[in-house]
DNA sequence: AATGAATGAGCTTTCATTCAT
DNA sequence: GATGAATGAAAGCTCATTCAT
């Protein structure tokens, strides 16, 4: 399952287009196959179960979320301001750049038979602790200065997921210009009186 | 189709349960009817369609978000912070009171055909106007001063809907206090600088 | 499962000629269904899998051996000789009349998934027991002087079921002389040193 | 066909095990390579299809069959009561050292296509030669004094194949012991009033 | 001598739906 | 109002078989 073949990777394509598009439920393996451009039992080689595809599309998924946020994260140094709007930045990347891909992993989990669902879950665990992290490090720092350091986080994430649901590549937006903004936006959450200090902000606050 | 009869709802919440839980198209009409307890031809005496019960199921969920907001916006005076923090709290209400018809509806949808989908987006357009307007209404009275007011609304409906994900009804936290936390982090979205005077918040600033 | 509907029974005869010819597996229940001359779906309303439709013809089968060879001892009294004698013309009956019931039994258990194969064993059983009685009591009173009687009853069952793959209703030979000779066959097994006196046998024997 | 190589020799083994426990019909041709250890267009390099293994299968079991057969009846003399004990204890030896050989030809023959069935039969008819040849022979002799020869030679046949219905090569009951008592019914069946002069018979009968 | 990849036909099964009662 | 019986279509999946390597 690591690291799928080429042709894998033309049925993990065709699958998830047919999965967002349908839902898992009703989409066919056989039209997935047809678009796909091969017959049927092809597909089977590569994946013994429809459960099988969808599980290699969700863990795809969650390859290409690690991927995008990792290489921000990477960028950035260690300060918890920072690291956040490395971590937004990456987020809004991923929702931008990849949309498809976090419409499914939002809403095909329950499709996972108990098996599955284990590896799955397994790897998100390890993705979630990022942002909590960085929460945590943000308010022990004495920086992010909220009453509600939880509800803040999953907040956050909630903000950024949802711009897939509106963004246009052919808007005026860009995902850059996007990604200012809801660091922005989070920053106003976690520091709900300003930060104290803050590099990217011209404001004087004191 | 508008008010369900005593039987029609029975159908009603059998039908989200199971679309819940598998997805529209993994979900059997036939294990629907089984626990509702009635025989299939029975549901399809009420419904003509698998797709007709679709439409009543997301409508109901419609109705019920429109109620319960309709109910805390009503309690709320003119000012638009006030009508804020109302709408949180009715989206609150809802998403802890309603998690599946709140997932339904953003889910499903897609399997609507054009016809139900297109009975279904009229009732949407009117409900997601309210938000709109408070938001125009803080913003020109000069109340809400953030420079993203867009952004800010999308992102305030994003944060109360997830509250579904994690909300534990047998957990510490009653929607009462979910509600008063969200507003005032809402308002920390909508007011960058801090309200010029907020009748539910102690806080001195000037 | 009890009593056969009879359009149940359709399936049943139609299922049974076609098991028996290919064999369960090399078996369409697709061919099956369109030789009963209903449509697939209808066979599905009746029988919820094809190991159930197997299963109800295995059953099937061992009522109507059950039925045949009951109603021969009905007819015998309470000397063995007799019984063993209506035991083998029961048999002869069920094999001359019903050779499919009987081939099936033969082969097809071995397709039967453990449930079912558990319900089977159980019904088997009981009848099983029927000639084990009958050579028990003879032996017990003199009757059958044979050192193996074990061996005795399991050659006379195997040599009465093979009666099934030469006899040709068309032929010379009636079940009934075939019965009597087979009794006969039975017992010179049973009493290799002659009967003491056998009611049945015009031969006198001293 | 003729003397299987070593590694044909595998996939007959294996596959007679698959057979014999699925039957033709419900065997996968993909299992048994897997069960042989090798890929699936090995098996195919080997034989050309599913039929033409189940025909070389078949036909490793004849070759089997005739080979203990002929052993036995090679140690005898010409008297035809010693013939048919050879005979009796060959089929034993058959039926409990390789009861699945016996079990397939008796249940898999009808999943032949007639090109593999006609070289079947044909070599069926030579074997089923012996015993009729041995029967005519002794009643020829006058030592064999049954009125019925052909319910006599079907019935042994059919006697000594279930053997391997019940026989435990963990039991008590070695294959020679077995054949002893076999060779003894057989004769109860062929000599009904006792044999004139039996070689291996103390009792006196005239 | 052996393999991986692919295919088309067919399988069992389930589905939404209809209709006579 | 409600049911049992039936149906056509399509689903997911497996099969025996082929072929380039």
Request: glycine share 8%.
């Amino acid at each position: 399952m690591r690291v799928p073949s080429p042709k894998q990777r033309v049925f993990i394509e065709t699958g998830r287009k047919e999965f967002v598009r349908n839902g898992y439920g009703s989409s066919s393996i056989r039209t997935i196959a047809q678009e796909a451009g091969v017959s049927l039992s092809a597909l089977y080689y590569h994946y013994k179960n429809k459960q099988d595809l969808l599980l290699a599309i969700l863990m795809d998924g969650v390859d290409t979320y690690d991927a995008v946020c990792d290489a921000e994260l990477a960028r950035a140094g260690d300060d918890p301001v920072e690291q956040l709007c490395a971590f937004v930045r990456g987020n809004v990347k991923f929702r931008t750049q990849f949309p498809d891909q976090g419409r499914l992993i939002a809403t095909e989990v329950r499709n996972l038979e108990p098996e599955g669902a284990r590896l799955y879950e397994e790897r998100r665990r390890v993705g979630r602790s990022r942002m909590r992290d960085i929460v945590e490090a943000g308010v022990a720092a004495g920086l992010f200065t909220t009453k509600y350091p939880d509800d803040c986080r999953r907040s956050i994430l909630a903000m950024v997921s949802a711009i897939a649901n509106w963004y246009d590549p052919a808007g005026p937006d860009t995902p850059d210009m996007i990604a200012d903004r809801y660091a922005e936006l989070a920053l106003n959450l976690l520091c709900p009186n300003g930060l104290p200090r803050t590099p990217n902000d011209g404001r004087e606050q004191e």
